[in-house]
């Protein structure tokens, strides 16, 4: 399965090695690197590519989700996800996404994906100029990037990025910002309760602090209010139910935490340009009979 979006800035840019036996003897093996910055409706949707992809947000926001998590990327904030199983990315915030990324393997990664992947761990960099200069010498060396000399840089590139990432989840944690953990919470209870009525009383509740004070806090570390937030939440688990299943639009609307369907429609095409019913028509990995609406 593999659906996307690329909403992006024309600054934004990929590059794809074609790999040889020269590079290929090393313990990282890159494959593709590139810097984004994603509009709202940049996402992907994939289950098998075999390899690994790393993110790291340099401003804006987004959400990463697993078959049974979902995180969120703020400024400085570092994923690993294993390509191989369903996980899907997208832009949460109001300013464009800014992240650099990179697909890569390596006879090395056991270690480091025990230590990053698992339970979709998001990593708050530690040094975060250090992580900048890596992606920045990553970038430079792709273009040309078949010869031995460049293959062992890039090798001990990406092992620095992935020992930065174990130092900065497994250390003292001192440089944590405060609040983070009330964001996170107030994000957690959003997607547990989709289906609920959720206002900002309930949110502010939640987190023990002061409705203006979290309103505040949450808008700095995600780029959007708790209600923006919270009705984007709701819209791509929408797009992930008209996809994934087969309800109606009348009961996606319901499990969403939309009053009606005609809330819902008016939302949805507002937010996507497109109404639910199109939006399910034209997904081409949806591969059985939707009903109708």
């Given at each position: 399965?593999?659906?996307?979006?690329?909403?992006?800035?024309?600054?934004?840019?990929?590059?794809?090695?074609?790999?040889?036996?020269?590079?290929?003897?090393?313990?990282?093996?890159?494959?593709?690197?590139?810097y984004f910055e994603a509009g709202r409706e940049y996402f992907t949707v994939r289950d098998s590519k075999p390899m690994y992809l790393l993110i790291y947000t340099i401003s804006?926001?987004?959400?990463?989700?697993?078959?049974?998590?979902?995180?969120?990327?703020?400024?400085?904030?570092?994923?690993?996800?294993?390509?191989?199983?369903?996980?899907?990315?997208?832009?949460?915030?109001?300013?464009?996404?800014?992240?650099h990324w990179i697909h890569f393997d390596g006879s090395s990664m056991a270690g480091y994906a025990s230590a990053l992947s698992d339970e979709l761990a998001v990593v708050e960099?530690?040094?975060?100029?250090?992580?900048?200069?890596?992606?920045?010498?990553?970038?430079?060396?792709?273009?040309?990037?078949?010869?031995?000399?460049?293959?062992?840089?890039?090798?001990?590139?990406?092992?620095?990025?992935?020992?930065?990432?174990?130092?900065?989840?497994?250390?003292?944690?001192?440089?944590?910002?405060?609040?983070?953990?009330?964001?996170?919470?107030?994000?957690?209870?959003?997607?547990?309760?989709?289906?609920?009525?959720?206002?900002?009383?309930?949110?502010?509740?939640?987190?023990?602090l002061s409705k203006f004070y979290f309103i505040r806090l949450f808008k700095r570390y995600m780029g959007v209010s708790p209600y923006r937030y919270v009705q984007i939440t709701?819209?791509?688990?929408?797009?992930?139910?008209?996809?994934?299943?087969?309800?109606?639009?009348?009961?996606?609307?319901?499990?969403?935490?939309?009053?009606?369907?005609?809330?819902?429609?008016?939302?949805?095409?507002?937010?996507?340009?497109?109404?639910?019913?199109?939006?399910?028509?034209?997904?081409?990995?949806?591969?059985?009979?939707?009903?109708?609406?």
């Open positions: 399965m593999l659906d996307y979006k690329l909403d992006l800035s024309d600054h934004s840019y990929m590059r794809v090695l074609t790999l040889d036996s020269s590079v290929n003897v090393f313990p990282f093996c890159l494959y593709e690197a590139g804006g926001g987004g959400t990463v989700r697993t078959a049974d998590r979902m995180r969120h990327l703020g400024a400085g904030d570092a994923v690993l996800l294993d390509c191989r199983r369903f996980h899907e990315y997208r832009t949460v915030s109001s300013t464009p996404w800014c992240f960099v530690s040094e975060k100029l250090r992580m900048n200069r890596y992606f920045e010498e990553l970038h430079a060396l792709v273009p040309e990037a078949n010869s031995y000399s460049k293959g062992a840089r890039i090798t001990d590139l990406i092992a620095g990025i992935l020992l930065l990432l174990v130092n900065s989840r497994f250390g003292s944690g001192s440089d944590i910002e405060p609040g983070r953990d009330a964001v996170s919470t107030a994000c957690h209870y959003i997607e547990e309760n989709l289906s609920k009525e959720i206002t900002i009383d309930d949110l502010a509740e939640v987190v023990h709701r819209i791509n688990r929408a797009k992930e139910l008209l996809i994934t299943t087969d309800y109606r639009v009348t009961e996606i609307a319901d499990m969403t935490g939309f009053s009606n369907a005609t809330r819902f429609t008016k939302l949805f095409s507002e937010m996507t340009g497109t109404t639910p019913t199109k939006y399910r028509k034209s997904s081409f990995q949806f591969s059985g009979n939707p009903k109708e609406q």
